[in-house]
């Protein structure tokens, strides 16, 4: 049932492809996003967002979760380029006055956390923005139950 439900939240995150166990996601494979976003969290995969998403988070860099995260504008665009390029299709944006820009705050994630996660995980993780505290391979897009 698990991996069933799990594959199901997969085609809601969109094209993104899914791993024979149903836990894996495309992690980030490109240079700059790995280097510039991972320098601060882990470089989360792109098709956790919808392109919409990643262009609104792009586009207030200076702004970046109250942190300043802004990049000259060639890097800044071929980040943007690839997350847009590699984005969710599977979300139906008209539900969506602006565009989400927190995964911890789309209806799958909470799906998939509200009954799991304990506040033992959430003293080990801190905030669910820490994707690797409780999933291992989380970086390589392996999002199973550590």
Not at 16 to 28: K, L, N, Q, S, Y
Not at 81 to 95: E, Q, T
Not at 114 to 132: D, T
Request: net charge negative; hydrophobic share 40%; glycine share 6%.
């Amino acid at each position: 049932m698990k991996a069933l439900t799990t594959v199901a939240i997969a085609l809601l995150v969109g094209a993104a492809p899914v791993h024979a166990d149903g836990d894996w996601i495309r992690p980030v494979t490109h240079a700059a996003t790995q280097e510039e976003c991972g320098a601060c969290h882990m470089a989360y995969p792109a098709g956790f967002l919808p392109a919409r998403s990643w262009s609104a988070i792009m586009g207030d860099l200076e702004n970046h979760f109250g942190e300043n995260a802004q990049l000259d504008e060639a890097t800044r665009a071929e980040i943007e380029a690839y997350l847009v390029s590699n984005a969710s299709k599977g979300f139906r944006l008209s539900v969506f006055s602006t565009p989400p820009i927190k995964i911890s705050e789309l209806r799958w994630f909470k799906h998939e956390h509200s009954h799991e996660v304990s506040s033992a995980m959430m003293r080990k993780a801190k905030s669910f923005s820490n994707c690797a505290a409780c999933h291992r391979g989380a970086e390589q897009g392996y999002f199973d139950d550590d």
